[in-house]
């Protein structure tokens, strides 16, 4: 499908931020979006136009139902000043997997992959320089059709967004202190836990908001059965270092297959860094925390690539993580990754893909 493009007027162009070094996450948005329309069986009308509030129906289904999915990934500045790309197909393909299972029509990968880069081509002049700033892409579905009654909608609009964003924790790439939640839970099996849906992430709000009032940055997930083993912190999936070996939960349904959980392993498999995906109970990660075998412990994620964590708190005790300070393998991991990402050093994987 031809993807057609109508420009914001020169005129009418948002000033870029003055400071990208004070840039917070998820607050500014460019000029241009990419919409697609779902109606009579079939996504049409692919097109480019100036950023603008949605018009919504009051019944609106995503409104009443949730029926929506979305994703996150960015785009970076390469000291060349090319515009990099870090493995979107990988992104789309999730997206559609989160489509299936939210009863959304799949939509054309690499037709999205297209229109996010022409969109790039666009506005590609607000991803900034800065260190550790880029350019947040948010790819989304809601279900439109006007319609009170629990089914799947019949028409949908996909679009996407784009917004220039500085560290998602005001910390940066330092250590956080997390709060292990006793008592509720993100996911059950069969749940929505391994896609990227509205509701999942609004099942986790009130939690989150009682971890930050006790003074923690995210806080840790049990699984829903037993609320004996870890899972996921916030939005990131969660590693821990016991004796010298990464540790981190499998995706058995529950857990997000993050694209940087999934490039955290094969880095540390190039880089000789053992690697497991177990099942690690609280008990365990607090007698290792106790006996001196649990090292570090950090957070993988877009948003945030690696997010160390110094203290971990549970039924109101708090254990420090080794030195309390950022641990050598989350140190040579986020090196890695952001390398690569920010084109320092070379993409030997083939996880790059520049907007041309």
Same mark, same amino acid.
């Given at each position: 499908?031809?993807?057609?493009?109508?420009?914001?007027?020169?005129?009418?162009?948002?000033?870029?931020?003055?400071?990208?070094?004070?840039?917070?996450?998820?607050?500014?948005?460019?000029?241009?979006?990419?919409?697609?329309?779902?109606?009579?069986?079939?996504?049409?009308?692919?097109?480019?136009?100036?950023?603008?509030?949605?018009?919504?129906?009051?019944?609106?289904? $995503?409104?009443? &139902?949730?029926?929506?999915? +979305?994703?996150?990934? !960015?785009? *970076?500045?390469? %000291?060349?000043?090319?515009? @990099?790309?870090?493995?979107?197909?990988?992104?789309?393909?999730?997206?559609?997997?989160?489509?299936?299972?939210?009863?959304?029509?799949?939509?054309?990968?690499?037709?999205?992959?297209?229109?996010?880069?022409?969109?790039?081509?666009?506005?590609?002049?607000?991803?900034?320089?800065?260190?550790?700033?880029?350019?947040?892409?948010?790819?989304?579905?809601?279900?439109?059709?006007?319609?009170?009654?629990?089914?799947?909608?019949?028409?949908?609009?996909?679009?996407?967004?784009?917004?220039? $964003?500085?560290? &998602?924790?005001?910390?940066? +790439?330092?250590?956080? !202190?997390? *709060?292990?939640? %006793?008592?509720?839970?993100? @996911?059950?099996?069969?749940?929505?836990?391994?896609?990227?849906?509205?509701?999942?992430?609004?099942?986790?709000?009130?939690?989150?908001?009682?971890?930050?009032?006790?003074?923690?940055?995210?806080?840790?997930?049990?699984?829903?059965?037993?609320?004996?083993?870890?899972?996921?912190?916030?939005?990131?999936?969660?590693?821990?270092?016991?004796?010298?070996?990464?540790?981190?939960?499998?995706?058995?349904?529950?857990?997000?297959?993050?694209?940087?959980?999934?490039?955290?392993?094969?880095?540390?498999?190039?880089?000789?860094?053992?690697?497991?995906?177990?099942?690690?109970?609280?008990?365990?990660?607090?007698?290792?925390?106790?006996?001196?075998?649990?090292?570090?412990?950090?957070?993988?994620?877009?948003?945030?690539?690696?997010?160390?964590?110094?203290?971990?708190?549970?039924?109101?005790?708090?254990?420090?993580?080794?030195?309390?300070?950022?641990?050598?393998?989350?140190?040579?991991?986020?090196?890695?990754?952001?390398?690569?990402?920010?084109?320092?050093?070379?993409?030997?994987?083939?996880?790059?893909?520049?907007?041309?």
């Amino acid at each position: 499908m031809e993807i057609k493009i109508r420009r914001q007027l020169p005129t009418h162009l948002k000033p870029h931020p003055a400071d990208e070094a004070s840039l917070g996450f998820g607050d500014i948005y460019t000029d241009h979006m990419f919409k697609m329309d779902y109606y009579d069986g079939s996504w049409r009308d692919p097109r480019i136009e100036p950023y603008a509030p949605l018009l919504l129906d009051p019944s609106a289904m $995503v409104l009443h &139902y949730s029926q929506t999915i +979305f994703e996150g990934l !960015k785009c *970076y500045r390469h %000291p060349d000043g090319r515009l @990099a790309l870090f493995r979107p197909r990988d992104n789309f393909r999730r997206f559609n997997t989160s489509a299936e299972r939210m009863a959304v029509p799949p939509l054309d990968e690499s037709l999205l992959l297209e229109a996010l880069k022409e969109l790039l081509k666009i506005d590609g002049t607000w991803t900034p320089s800065h260190p550790g700033a880029s350019l947040y892409i948010r790819p989304t579905v809601i279900a439109t059709e006007p319609h009170l009654g629990v089914r799947p909608a019949r028409e949908y609009l996909h679009y996407i967004i784009l917004g220039p $964003v500085g560290p &998602y924790y005001p910390e940066g +790439f330092a250590p956080i !202190k997390i *709060y292990v939640e %006793p008592s509720y839970t993100r @996911a059950a099996p069969g749940g929505l836990g391994s896609i990227k849906a509205g509701a999942s992430y609004a099942a986790s709000l009130l939690a989150t908001e009682l971890a930050h009032r006790k003074g923690y940055t995210q806080l840790l997930w049990l699984d829903a059965i037993t609320h004996r083993f870890v899972e996921e912190v916030g939005s990131m999936n969660m590693f821990f270092v016991v004796d010298g070996t990464i540790v981190t939960a499998p995706l058995t349904g529950t857990i997000l297959p993050g694209i940087t959980r999934a490039s955290v392993l094969q880095v540390a498999k190039d880089l000789g860094i053992r690697a497991e995906e177990r099942a690690l109970s609280v008990e365990e990660l607090l007698e290792t925390q106790k006996n001196g075998r649990l090292s570090e412990c950090f957070g993988a994620g877009t948003a945030c690539v690696i997010s160390p964590v110094g203290h971990l708190s549970y039924k109101d005790e708090v254990f420090q993580i080794g030195d309390g300070g950022i641990g050598e393998i989350s140190q040579k991991l986020y090196d890695e990754l952001v390398g690569v990402q920010y084109g320092t050093l070379p993409d030997t994987r083939g996880w790059v893909e520049f907007v041309e």
